[in-house]
């Protein structure tokens, strides 16, 4: 995956429009986006969609978080309709983690759904606390985790900023460590680390400036906003031919010779990091439709 598009669940027009974006996940928002009042509505178009449209796109719902009183009747009404994923918000680490993949696993069990189904992307760095969670991913014990997604908007106002971008836009230095935090997270869990939105669609040029940087420090995806960020984030995070090619080259040999710590490539030798970053550099070619 390179993008992710946030959508209202509970919104049709918009949840239409999203399926024909490109984008290569969707996730339903339960959460953020819709009021109190409108989730029990929002779940059963939610359900209604993922059934209708699972084959298509990779699609993950975006629950509420565990503390709220609301997830177990998020993951009842959808688990059902089998999402690829469930987004969890406000995860403050592996616990919560493995508390969401024994829900996930009653519920499977209960629906007659293949176990271990349905995978889980959390989002890492939404409060203060969950700062000090991010190295306990690499000890959790569910296969289920698939990434780890962070975000500076939620972090901005568990602390009280009055903003987390300085006047030339970039982060400022807590938003930095969770950035970084977030990376080296999913570095020891071995799972791909996902780059926050860019709240500000209609700035382009701002957007594929954060997206290069995002590729260059070795995040796998950046997640959007609104379907106009989809074709800049793919023409950032989408691999050159030869790139492309390299990393074939590179992975066919490691994987001829399975026991070797290090191989020859062109009078060049690799190691096993080289491997990883290979195999990382191609999860991010496109795919056909699921």
Not at 54 to 76: K, Q
């Amino acid at each position: 995956m390179r993008s992710l598009l946030f959508v209202p669940a509970h919104d049709a027009r918009k949840c239409d429009k999203a399926l024909v974006s490109g984008a290569d996940a969707l996730i339903l928002d339960l959460e953020d986006a819709v009021p109190d009042a409108e989730k029990h509505r929002a779940r059963e178009m939610c359900r209604e969609f993922v059934t209708a449209h699972r084959e298509r796109c990779r699609l993950f719902v975006r629950i509420n978080a565990l503390t709220s009183g609301f997830s177990l009747t998020d993951l009842e009404a959808v688990v059902k309709a089998r999402p690829y994923g469930v987004m969890l918000p406000k995860c403050a680490g592996g616990q919560d983690v493995t508390t969401l993949a024994a829900q996930l696993a009653a519920l499977e069990a209960r629906e007659g759904i293949e176990p271990g189904a349905i995978c889980i992307l959390p989002i890492v760095t939404e409060t203060a606390a969950s700062m000090f969670g991010l190295g306990s991913y690499a000890s959790g014990d569910s296969p289920r985790l698939c990434a780890l997604f962070w975000g500076g908007e939620d972090l901005a106002a568990d602390i009280g900023a009055r903003a987390n971008r300085d006047q030339a836009g970039r982060y400022t230095a807590p938003y930095q460590m969770a950035r970084a935090l977030t990376l080296l997270g999913a570095t020891a869990a071995q799972v791909p680390a996902i780059d926050a939105v860019y709240t500000n669609f209609r700035d382009t040029d701002g957007l594929k400036a954060e997206a290069a940087e995002a590729v260059r420090d070795g995040f796998t995806a950046k997640v959007a906003i609104h379907p106009d960020q989809i074709d800049p984030i793919h023409e950032v995070f989408t691999p050159s031919e030869p790139e492309v090619a390299w990393a074939r080259r590179v992975v066919e040999t490691f994987d001829r010779s399975p026991a070797a710590g290090a191989v020859a490539i062109g009078g060049v030798m690799l190691d096993r990091p080289h491997y990883r970053s290979a195999q990382r550099l191609l999860a991010r070619v496109p795919s056909q439709p699921l």
